[in-house]
């Protein structure tokens, strides 16, 4: 009789770890899509929604959607912000988040991902108020001369402490986090730059650089996301942003 109680007892352990252990699994992959159902895609794939071009407008048909990415057709057009391109914009505004986006540039290539954005006819480009993370083939372009410059950089303000970038032709993982105005630039999953908005220091370092003359640079803490015309190819997918 002990046996079979002892039999029965172990059986219903096992039942309710077992139930415990697909409980805890349950809770675990709901965190998970929880988690995930807070990135917003600003890219569908197939369409411009919710981009514009920088001063109004739609965005100009030398920007183009193949293979599920936003492409820049430079091959026909002359020079940058020609041929009916132009940077293209959120048409909504963000303050703290997590912003990602792959990207991969042509050969010799140039672009940039613009951010704090604000859109007004006193300023002519979105590089004249919003920081930007630099685009570039390190390998080709000359700018990759230029300390400050380089792909991943905090253009014209602060280098990366690490080079991760990825050959021409390959796509990178680029991130851009802000909370609170502290600022975090990644990489292909290696942070490249932190540092602090709207500090002292801040101010002191954009007096100390090419944007010095633009009063309304690295001012405003909520803006529109740019993706750059720099004249050369260049392509964006899973662009997607979580507000925090």
């Known amino acids: 009789m002990r046996t079979i109680l002892s039999n029965v007892f172990f059986v219903l352990a096992l039942l309710f ?4 252990g697909t409980q805890e699994k349950m ?10 159902n807070e990135w ?3 890219f569908d794939g197939k369409t411009f929604q919710g981009w514009s071009k920088y001063g109004g407008g739609e965005v100009g048909a030398a920007w183009k959607i193949q293979d599920g990415a936003i492409y820049l057709d430079a091959l026909n057009k002359e020079g940058w912000q020609t041929g009916d391109g132009g940077d293209i914009i959120t ?4 303050e703290n988040f997590h912003f990602q986006v ?3 540039i042509a050969e010799n290539g140039n672009s940039g991902i613009i951010f704090l954005v604000h859109e007004s006819p006193e300023y002519a480009y979105p590089w004249m108020t919003g920081p ?3 685009i570039l083939d390190n390998d080709g372009h000359p700018d990759a001369k230029i300390h400050t410059h380089r792909a991943g950089d905090l253009y014209d303000l602060i280098a990366s402490n690490e080079e991760t970038v990825k050959p021409v032709g390959e796509w990178n993982l ?6 609170e105005g502290n600022l975090e630039l990644h990489l292909n999953g290696v942070r490249v730059v932190s540092t602090s908005l709207w500090t002292e220091e801040w101010n002191e370092m954009i007096a100390n650089s090419k944007f010095k003359d633009m009063p309304g640079f690295g001012k ?3 803006g529109k996301i740019a993706l750059q015309d720099h004249g050369d190819e260049v392509w964006f997918r899973n662009i997607r942003i979580k507000k925090l």
């Open 17 to 20: 770890y077992s139930c415990g």
């Open 220 to 222: 405003y803490q909520k």
């Open 27 to 36: 809770v675990n992959e709901k965190l998970i899509d929880e988690a995930e």
């Open 91 to 94: 048409n909504e505004e963000f």
């Open 174 to 179: 680029a991130e851009i986090i802000i909370d």
């Open 132 to 134: 930007e993370m630099q």
């Open 102 to 104: 792959e990207w991969k």
């Open 40 to 42: 917003i895609s600003l």
